[in-house]
Structure formats: structure tokens, C-alpha cells
Nanobody, 121 residues
């Protein structure tokens, strides 16, 4: 009933930019924290950035100053603006959200299906 769908991934050259989006849909009463995580075959899933409903943000040290997380609460949508991309940013990027479903009893964790970001010349 609740679904997260990412979009915006793709292939970009080093130094380039991409903007990811994550749209939450379904029977949603409230969304607290939303975040982006990434994973490669060699590494465990790692935090990229999070943002609360009030706009408080947190970033991994590796992306500070290059990535910007934002959200539109009215549209239940989150964004990740990625600038100055490096080959080491190559990964599958996953959207995550703590959502209180309509008629539910608590916040639950939801994940998107992931979108591939490849940084290569």
C-alpha cells in the first residue's frame, strides 16, 4: 500500500551532476525521516544523507559539500542533488523513509527498489 519509487539515476562523467528523486505514494498519514543510502557489490549499504520532516539534514563525510538532500513534504517527495561526482560514488542508490500509514499504529521503515548511478569516463 505504501510505495517508494526512485528516479534520476544514470551514467555521468566524473565532475558531472545528477539529481535523484524519491516519491512516496499510497495510504500515508505522515513521513518522519527520509534518506538516501547506497550500496556496491564490495561494500555494505551505507548512509548517504537523511532529512527530517522539519528539514534537519545529515550527510556522510564522503559527500559533504557535494550532495544536497531536500524534500517537498506536500508532495511526499525527496531529492538528492549530486554535484562533482566521482567514480567512487558509483553505486545503487536506495530511498528510505519512516512512514506512518493511514490507519496504522506506528512508523515503519520502507525502501525503494534502487536506482543505479554510474560515474565513469
Amino acid at each position: 500500500q505504501v510505495q517508494l519509487v526512485e528516479s534520476g539515476g544514470g551514467l555521468v562523467q566524473p565532475g558531472g551532476s545528477l539529481r535523484l528523486a524519491c516519491a512516496a505514494s499510497g495510504s500515508i498519514f505522515s513521513i518522519y525521516v527520509m534518506g538516501w543510502y547506497r550500496q556496491t557489490p564490495e561494500k555494505q549499504r551505507e548512509l548517504v544523507a537523511t532529512i527530517t520532516s522539519g528539514g534537519i539534514t545529515k550527510y556522510a563525510d564522503s559527500v559533504k559539500g557535494r550532495f544536497t538532500i531536500s524534500r517537498d513534504n506536500a508532495k511526499n517527495t525527496m531529492y538528492l542533488q549530486m554535484n562533482s561526482l566521482k567514480p567512487e560514488d558509483t553505486a545503487v542508490y536506495y530511498c528510505n523513509a519512516e512512514i506512518f500509514p493511514t490507519g496504522g499504529f506506528a512508523y515503519s521503515d520502507y525502501w525503494g527498489q534502487g536506482t543505479q548511478v554510474t560515474v565513469s569516463s
